[in-house]
């Protein structure tokens, strides 16, 4: 296969490869971990977790559209608003989705499942009336697009990297909330034992809607940048939201480092495997892989130890 | 005659005054005559509807059937402005055999059972007689059955993979043949290509395409240097960028729809990779005004796209209908080929129907075949023995302002060959 290239080119193309594999990594890491929040320690299956993602990414657009308006010259800096933008919208609707839908079902962890599709079917018919049935074109300032180069052969798409350090930055953000905070013992307090809790004077309610809103305001930020990599249209959430749960039960549901592990795993698994076969083939070994490990270990690949 | 338009016609419709305007003027001096000249300009019901159709004796119903919730919604949207377009155009120009159009639309909710559910209502509730609608074709193959069984008629308008020809379709979009060898020729000859990436998504369009392609490219003793799919949605092409880099083939030929579309256009362009230099040159058949719009101008900027219809066309019955389209749907809207084929629907319908002098659904088929229209925007076209559109075929060069700029048109009109010999 590889008899005809020079050393040279195979070696661009291999950084280039391990590049794009470390970029699905960033990308899986980011759609999976408001979804490893929500599912992982609050046990709600989030159906919608697609939806919040457009709706961030709907937010980017708009926010696009209102700074090319009113503040062109400040439109280079834009993207940093719109995701600011973003959290803050998904965030608030998750807290109202939670105090609306999600409290009331608790006991019922499986109807959690039902009551997100349909929230996610409602969101994608208002998203259809307000934006429109077609997809939208989120224009992106210069200095995003295009690539970055290395070498003469290796190229590095900007966008690329952005979404690397912004999925690093997030990572240790939530690393800091949920083991080095104050709130981060409470959450991880009401996972273990919610009566427990509850009897030594957590407000688990309010612990509930806050870790239901961050989740939601994360998947809000990763919608936003995945504006630079996919579509935004009403419908497009449903792409995101099946490699985000293989990512996360893949991972092990209740853990964090979990989601880091198999998205790792997933992403180079398929990058390698799209490199030397087809696209649809990559993809169907990488589900029959990790059904196989699933089959093996049906915990995910980490569990926490947790006396029941 | 000065009977109120029926609440159908003018559900959402911003015209409605101004033609109740023009159907009153229109009735003023219908009203003096004798009966016998009132039915000289509209045929008897019983002489033009034998086999019970709805048909009354100043309308006549038809069915409008796409996807308008769903995934689907996204390219069909287009295609129901178009036909709703044609048909009050034809409306206000008297309609068809001294009858007004009235139509009934359904939803076909981007789930193929419910194309054939809701076709099956049209046709036997509704009795419609003909049906605009279909887009993907696994949304025609679930209704051709119904329309065989109850003998309907079906103005289908995307371009697809052929290896299809129902006594009850007509095609108005192209088939492949017609899409992709003219395209290939084009680069061949034009840009000297010699090597071909085939890229689609993973079904059967791109599948059968891509196919064809293949064909043809090893025909004319050039190079395939490698194919392959993805699956639909995907959003991951940084490997398949990377394999393109490393082949260094003359020519991408990518056939990826819907949101891949998207991910695809950006990332080859963040990948480094500037369409506008043609080193590779990228020619595509499934990205339309209408997909540039979600992928954004300045991100396919330079590819190459080879289709029957583009917005941009330098002829006065497009300028016309770009003129009406916008006038009706609004300024910043964009017309995309799939939209253009199912605005040629109602009309070649209309004609054909005058021709057969009747709306019974055998007559207008055997009047189809040699039916030709000279105001389509995209020029002249007939309709073929095969139920097929004899149709040009241009290359586009994409522009930063989401249009394309027309660079070749075929000489001729290519002849629809659904079954290409040695292609299979």
């Known amino acids: 296969m590889f008899a005809e290239y020079t050393a040279s080119e195979l070696t661009a193309i291999f950084a280039m490869q391990g590049f794009a594999g470390l970029i699905l990594f960033s990308v899986l890491v980011l759609m999976a971990l408001g979804l490893a929040i929500i599912f992982g320690q609050m046990g709600v299956i989030n159906m919608a977790h697609g939806e919040f993602m457009i709706l961030g990414a709907y937010v980017t657009y708009l926010t696009s559209n209102l700074f090319s308006e009113y503040m062109p010259s400040l439109f280079d800096g834009y993207f940093f608003v719109a995701m600011a933008m973003a959290f803050l919208v998904t965030f608030l609707l998750g807290m109202l989705v939670e105090w609306g839908l999600i409290r009331h079902l608790y006991k019922r962890p499986l109807d959690t499942l039902l009551a997100t599709w349909g929230l996610s079917l409602i969101l994608q018919q208002i998203y259809r009336s307000v934006f429109g049935a077609r997809e939208v074109g989120v224009t992106l300032p210069d200095w995003m697009m295009g690539s970055y180069p290395l070498t003469d052969m290796v190229e590095v798409p900007i966008n690329g990297i952005f979404v690397m350090v912004l999925t690093l930055v997030i990572s240790i953000g939530i690393y800091f909330l949920m083991f080095r905070s104050r709130w981060g013992k409470q959450v991880r307090a009401v996972v273990q034992n919610r009566p427990m809790a509850g009897a030594v004077g957590i407000n688990t309610e309010k612990v509930d809607r806050l870790t239901f809103g961050i989740g939601c305001g994360i998947a809000g930020i990763a919608g936003s940048a995945f504006t630079m990599i996919g579509s935004t249209g009403p419908t497009s959430g449903q792409l995101y939201i099946v490699d985000t749960f293989l990512v996360v039960v893949f991972g092990g549901a209740q853990s964090l480092l979990g989601t880091i592990a198999s998205a790792f795993t997933i992403s180079q698994a398929q990058s390698t495997m799209e490199f030397f076969l087809s696209g649809s083939m990559a993809k169907v070994l990488t589900l029959l892989f990790v059904v196989g490990i699933l089959m093996l270990r049906p915990q995910g690949l980490f569990a926490l130890k947790i006396r029941r | ?424």
Not at chain 2, 107 to 135: H, I
Not at chain 2, 162 to 189: F, H, M, R
Not at chain 2, 395 to 404: H, N, S
């Open chain 2, 1 to 424: 005659m000065m009977k109120k338009a029926p609440p159908k016609a003018t559900r959402d419709d911003s015209q409605a005054s101004r033609r109740g305007l023009l159907k009153m003027l229109a009735a003023l001096p219908a009203s003096l005559m004798l009966a016998s000249q009132i039915s000289w300009a509209a045929p008897a019901t019983s002489e033009v509807n034998t086999s019970g159709l709805a048909v009354t004796d100043d309308t006549v119903t038809v069915g409008i059937l796409h996807s308008i919730t769903g995934t689907m919604a996204i390219s069909e949207t287009g295609s129901v402005q178009a036909e709703k377009l044609a048909i009050e155009q034809i409306n206000a120009t008297g309609g068809v055999l001294g009858r007004q159009i009235e139509y009934i639309q359904e939803d076909g909710a981007s789930d193929w059972p419910t194309f054939a559910e809701k076709s099956k209502k049209l046709l036997v509730n509704d009795k419609v007689a003909a049906v605009f609608g279909c887009w993907t074709s696994a949304s025609r193959k679930a209704v051709l059955p119904v329309f065989e069984q109850y003998n309907g008629m079906l103005y289908y308008p995307t371009f697809y993979e052929g290896l299809e020809q129902s006594p009850n379709v007509i095609y108005t979009g192209q088939e492949a043949t017609q899409q992709i060898i003219a395209g290939i020729d084009w680069v061949v000859k034009e840009k000297g290509a010699k090597s071909f990436y085939l890229l689609g998504s993973d079904y059967i369009w791109p599948r059968t395409s891509n196919k064809i392609a293949r064909k043809h490219i090893e025909k004319l003793g050039l190079k395939v240097v490698g194919e392959e799919y993805y699956p639909l949605g995907h959003t991951q092409f940084n490997s398949v960028i990377n394999k393109i880099k490393l082949r260094k083939p003359d020519v991408i030929y990518a056939i990826v729809v819907g949101g891949s579309n998207v991910a695809f256009y950006k990332q080859l362009k963040a990948a480094g990779i500037d369409l506008t230099k043609e080193k590779p040159l990228l020619l595509t058949i499934s990205v339309t005004e209408d997909e540039i719009l979600g992928i954004g101008g300045e991100n396919i900027d330079g590819a190459y796209a080879a289709m029957k219809y583009f917005q941009s066309l330098d002829n006065p019955n497009n300028e016309a209908f770009v003129k009406a389209f916008k006038e009706r749907w609004g300024d910043d809207i964009v017309i995309g080929d799939v939209t253009q084929a199912a605005y040629l629907g109602p009309w070649l319908w209309k004609a054909a129907v005058e021709k057969a002098g009747s709306f019974d659904i055998d007559k207008v088929r055997a009047a189809s075949p040699g039916i030709e229209l000279t105001t389509a925007p995209e020029g002249y076209v007939r309709i073929h023995e095969n139920h097929h559109l004899w149709s040009k075929t241009r290359v586009g060069l994409a522009q930063p302002d989401g249009q394309y700029k027309v660079v070749y048109e075929s000489e001729d009109l290519i002849e629809p060959n659904p079954f290409p010999e040695g292609y299979q």
